[in-house]
């Protein structure tokens, strides 16, 4: 079965390589047909807007268009200007913001069950639990550096 997956980049920035197929056969399976798009800061506070009444753009929003297809949309400068925030490399924020529309297309929300499933694809492909990163169990979604124990 080929892979339906199609990439699109409508900003000027580099995209980095992450294992975005794979990981799209994982969580979603091979049969489902998922595009992803990188937009700029103004295309996503538009999209936002329309389809969530906020009024900012935002890092990652993700559309189911049916039951075996969807889309994802990631704003490389917001990602980028949360790294510190989130204390993750653009790289990894990147690649856990996609985990993290794959599992909305999917059907989850926000809950301590998709928080466990974020880390369990996070720390596959991304081994993040080889670097001191963890994931705040206080449902927040926040991921905060590991505490050295004194």
Known sequence: MEDKFSLINKTKGKIPLLPFVNMKN????KKYSLSFAYISKGEMH???KAYRNKDKAT???SFQLSKNSGEILICPSVVKTETKK??????QLLGFLVIHGML???????SSRMEEAETKYDQK??????HGLHHNKSGSGRIFKRR???
């Open 59 to 61: 890092n990652v929003l």
């Open 26 to 29: 994982d969580i979603l399976g």
């Open 46 to 48: 538009k999209i936002n």
């Open 86 to 91: 989130f204390e993750r490399t653009y790289e």
């Open 148 to 150: 050295k124990k004194s």
């Open 104 to 110: 909305h297309l999917k059907g989850m929300e926000h």
């Open 125 to 130: 492909y991304f081994y993040r639990n080889r």
